[in-house]
């Protein structure tokens, strides 16, 4: 049973426009909420995080929204840019302290 | 710059072969993890370890075995590999008491082909 998930096996977005990857998930006892990037033949590398105290966190062209009471969040990156093109992954750990991943999501930003 | 080193990089071998892949990191990181991938899929936890002489078995059963002999060393080894075992295979990292949320770090992987 999967507890985090990417409904969405891939995305395509005009260059210069919003970016907006979902998530959803089962376990509300998710505190910590993080996005990793991954390019082919890389190991993921962190993006950024959300704490289930708060609804928002920004960095930069990326913002990661939170809405408890759907279980269900988001990645918006405005504007994509070319390098964007990568497959994002949805995560959490669990109270074992493991992180749970999604299947991803591959972003295709087109010219 | 990576801090966690995966090696090889790419390995193709014939079935029945016995193989280590490596994976060491310089952030004196007390956790470390490994993950099996394929494509499309989510990254799926197969062994973890808390510090020496501590190794875990993850939520995907795995025919790999894994060692904690050092800090900074944390191999995995197939007995006899298999072509099921073809995958992609990531090791990670984090420090024991970190904040919540705090991420992993992920070496470049190691992309093991059975043929």
């Known amino acids: 049973d999967q507890q985090v998930k990417q409904n969405s096996p891939s995305l395509s977005v005009q260059e210069g426009r919003i970016s907006i990857l979902n998530c959803d998930y089962t376990n509300s006892m998710f505190d910590y909420f993080l996005w990793y990037k991954k390019y082919p033949a890389e190991g993921p590398t962190f993006l950024i995080s959300i704490s289930s105290i708060k609804d928002k966190n920004e960095d930069g062209r990326f913002t990661v929204f939170l809405n408890k009471s759907a279980k269900h969040l988001s990645l918006h990156i405005v504007p994509s840019q070319p390098g964007d093109s990568a497959v994002y992954f949805c995560a959490a750990p669990n109270r074992d302290d493991k992180i749970i991943f999604g299947k991803g999501t591959r972003l295709h930003i087109l010219p | 710059e990576a801090d966690i080193y995966q090696t090889p990089r790419y390995l193709v071998i014939g079935t029945g072969k016995k193989i280590t892949l490596e994976c060491s990191q310089t952030?004196?990181?007390?956790?470390m993890y490994w993950y099996q991938q394929d494509p499309g899929m989510e990254l799926h936890l197969i062994h973890y370890s808390y510090g020496v002489n501590s190794t875990e078995k993850g939520d995907l059963s795995s025919e790999s075995t894994v060692s904690r002999i050092r800090t900074e060393h944390f191999p995995l080894t197939l007995e006899s590999a298999r072509p099921s075992h073809t995958s992609q295979y990531l090791c990670?990292?984090?420090?024991?008491?970190?904040?919540?949320?705090?991420?992993?770090?992920f070496g470049n992987g190691t992309r093991l082909t059975v043929t």
């Open positions: 990670a990292s984090s420090e024991y008491r970190q904040a919540p949320g705090s991420p992993l770090h």
């Open positions: 952030m004196g990181h007390d956790k």
